[in-house]
């Protein structure tokens, strides 16, 4: 085969591209779990959590997640009257061990639980370089650890401090919402070990969700709605105070 | 827990982060790029001050300017290299990048300044020295100084 140095031009990059095709494969097939049929999100109820911090460290179990990191974590508020743009916030290794007992009696305290908020416009899938943390059609921000530069962009980008660099795979690493429980048909680790409740996991395109009886009925707001993330946990009766 | 020292304002909270923002990910290595970045920028400065405004004060430092830039210029990747958890994948940024991401495109702006601004304007500068280069070495540098030249060997002006 003689082949000229212009035909060698084309052909190169297109086998290059060619090869990338048969290196990415076909996705893996989930006969039982249709996409497009849920919109996942996350009801937190603030009076009802108690800062035990079953859902860290059930989420700790769940996903390996390593030391000194944490994929959701809890936050006490001390409030004191009049003063709520001040707030005390404290989170003992994530609230993992709960709380130490309260020493002032004035204001009023209350646990914020945090996690990854899976945004719908997420600014961390916008900075990141190569395309390895996606939105799933699903609505769950994920992130392909094999694609993953570890650069940290999108850990800077995270107007709520959810993502960190895994110490061993020097990749991103965050909340998945427990994908590979939600799509058998489980709730999520941290859901399912909350004693009272304060955690549910939503589907927001499922009519038969509580949710929507619940949005209808009560008060509920996002963290920092100022940047129009689209974030898809709920947080009921939230503070102004929470930052 | 971070200790009452460490007094980061949160919109009014003090004596605390989030606990997956106490480790800093981005930090002296990343520091370090736009340092570099910055020689680059000064002695392109200073190579442009001779050809484009003609300042003929600093015409003997031309080459040096230009020399210094590029040679800046391509160790500045590295402590950017350095800092990812994983250097071998960086050039997927380049092969896959994601259109909405600014680092992303910068690496097209910065592979634009390195080639079309630097190399190229370089290589227009040393041509006359390519050509006698070539008639000089032998073997395996003849050949790429022949390469470089791509193939003229006249030394006149005009050429």
Redesign the interface.
């Known amino acids: 085969m003689n082949l000229s140095r212009r035909q060698i031009l084309v052909l190169l990059p297109a086998a290059?591209v060619a090869w990338?095709y048969v290196l990415a494969d076909s996705p893996q097939s989930a006969p039982n779990y249709n996409m497009s049929d849920h919109w996942w999100g996350m009801l937190i109820d603030i009076p009802k959590c108690i800062g035990c911090g079953n859902c860290v460290r059930a989420c700790k179990a769940e996903n390996d997640v390593p030391d000194?990191?944490?994929r959701t974590?809890v936050?006490r508020y001390h409030v004191t009257d009049g003063n709520m743009?001040?707030?005390?916030?404290?989170?003992?290794?994530?609230g993992k061990e709960g709380f130490p007992a309260v020493t002032e009696d004035a204001g009023k305290y209350f646990y914020v639980p945090?996690l990854c908020n899976h945004c719908a416009d997420s600014p961390c899938t916008?900075?990141?370089?190569?395309?390895a943390t996606f939105v799933s059609p699903d609505g769950v921000v994920l992130v392909d650890p094999k694609?993953?530069?570890?650069?940290?962009?999108c850990?800077?980008a995270c107007p709520?401090?959810?993502?960190?660099?895994h110490p061993e795979?020097?990749?991103a690493d965050k909340c998945t919402l427990c994908y590979h429980r939600i799509t058998k048909g489980l709730t999520t680790a941290c859901c399912e070990s909350c004693p009272t409740g304060a955690r549910q996991l939503v589907d927001l395109k499922n009519p038969k969700d509580p949710i929507h009886a619940f949005l209808k009925t009560h008060s509920v707001q996002v963290l920092k709605p100022q940047m129009a993330t689209g974030a898809k946990v709920y947080y009921n009766d939230l503070d102004g105070s929470v930052? | 827990m971070a200790e009452s020292w460490e007094l980061v304002f949160m919109n009014g909270v003090e004596g605390f982060m989030y606990p997956n923002e106490i480790e800093l990910h981005w930090s002296v290595l990343i520091v370090l790029y736009p340092f570099i970045t910055g020689l680059v920028a000064g002695a392109f400065i200073l190579a442009s001050l001779e050809r484009v405004f003609r300042v003929e004060a600093v015409k003997p430092t031309y080459r040096l300017a230009l020399l210094t830039a590029l040679s800046f210029l391509i160790v500045a990747p590295l402590p950017l290299q350095l800092h990812l958890g994983h250097p071998e994948r960086s050039p997927e940024m380049y092969f896959t990048p994601h259109s909405t991401s600014a680092m992303a495109m910068f690496g097209y702006v910065y592979l634009w300044y390195l080639m079309a601004v630097l190399v190229f304007e370089i290589w227009l500068d040393y041509r006359r020295d390519i050509v006698l280069l070539a008639q000089r070495s032998r073997g395996l540098l003849r050949l790429v100084y022949r390469v470089m030249t791509l193939g003229i060997r006249c030394t006149s002006t005009s050429a």
């Open positions: 290059a990338k000194g990191f944490f974590w936050e743009t001040n707030p005390e916030v404290i989170s003992p290794d994530g945090k916008q900075v990141c370089p190569v395309g694609y993953c530069l570890g650069c940290a962009y850990v800077q709520y401090g959810c993502r960190y660099i795979k020097k990749v930052r």
